[in-house]
């Protein structure tokens, strides 16, 4: 796992250029991943109703460019969130990410939900450095039913909290993303942009691959599956086309790892039918995702206590 996102020297100022990291943290299940996928205008990140589906630093870009060619690209860091229940090696390592990703940023975005500032919410922003400016997110607007609430609310959290600004929004609003990139985008120096503005992630095919089977696996087996389940991919092979027009293809082999034997059970499903529909929900998107014809294979393994071994959470990809 890179440690940040690598950087090329850094870049001179350039007169209407603006290039900057931006962090993305907070505790889990507040819309974290929704919100970067939102910001960098395309889904780069898994999402899921169950806590804790982000594992490792995703970096997405988003670059506004104006036709003179000035204009500003935005580094997103998305984080998981910071583990406070259990201190087992895996969350010992995803706290480790969120440490390191805020440790060197210009700005970082502090995520909650609206209406609501928790025991967890405080742990997050207790960890977060002094002297880079922390914007308040007041994520999930459109489930506070009495929005007059939400102003004594916004006054009690900017009195107790030095926070450089604060923004309600919903992370699925599209207006709401366009006035959150311009608040950003002040925030970051004045330099050239790290990369091509066509790029929108440093994450490679075989990574985005693991993350959508098991962004599906979580989805089609809501709370009945430990968040400690994981996706192995063992092999990433690309074809090129067969013949001219044709999409190029891919073969993809993936282990779903679970703990237990009645786990395997729950993934596999009545007659291999879960199994099925994780992986023809995965090949889907992974096929508009990558523009290309995929073939996956899926397997279930069970690896007792993978959790709680730190050799083996480093060998599953983990920091």
């Not at 607007?141 to 926070?163: G, S, T």
């Not at 067969?242 to 009545?270: F, P, S, W």
């Not at 995702?289 to 480093?314: C, I, N, P, Q």
Request: with cysteine.
């Amino acid at each position: 796992m890179p440690e940040m996102p690598e950087m090329p020297e850094m870049p001179a100022a350039v007169p209407g250029r603006r290039c900057g990291l931006v962090a993305i943290v907070g505790k889990p299940n507040v819309g974290k991943s929704t919100l970067l996928n939102a910001l960098v205008g395309q889904k780069i990140s898994i999402t899921s109703r169950k806590a804790q589906t982000t594992r490792h630093r995703i970096t997405g870009m988003r670059t506004l460019a104006q036709p003179d060619g000035t204009g500003t690209q935005f580094v997103f860091v998305d984080t998981p969130g910071f583990q406070t229940r259990h201190a087992n090696a895996l969350n010992r390592s995803l706290n480790k990410t969120v440490l390191g990703a805020v440790a060197d940023v210009d700005l970082i975005l502090f995520v909650v939900e609206a209406g609501s500032f928790t025991p967890a919410d405080a742990k997050v922003l207790s960890l977060l450095g002094k002297g880079i400016p922390v914007l308040l997110i007041a994520n999930k607007l459109d489930n506070v039913h009495r929005r007059a609430d939400l102003a004594p609310w916004l006054a009690r959290m900017q009195k107790d909290h030095p926070f450089a600004e604060y923004m309600p929004m919903t992370a699925k609003n599209a207006a709401d993303v366009k006035r959150l990139l311009a608040l950003c985008e002040k925030y970051l120096p004045e330099q050239d942009w790290w990369y091509d503005q066509e790029e929108l992630t440093d994450r490679s095919e075989r990574f985005l691959a693991g993350e959508t089977v098991r962004e599906k696996l979580f989805r089609l087996t809501g709370d009945e599956l430990p968040y400690t389940s994981t996706v192995v991919i063992d092999k990433f092979e690309e074809e090129p086309p067969q013949r001219k027009g044709n999409k190029r293809l891919l073969r993809i082999a993936a282990t779903i790892v679970v703990e237990r034997d009645g786990h395997k059970a729950m993934v596999i499903g009545d007659k291999g039918e879960r199994i099925k529909r994780i992986g023809t929900e995965a090949r889907q998107e992974l096929e508009k995702l990558m523009d290309a014809k995929v073939f996956l294979e899926m397997w279930v393994k069970v690896r007792s206590g993978w959790a709680d071994d730190e050799a083996r959470v480093r060998s599953f990809g983990y920091e």
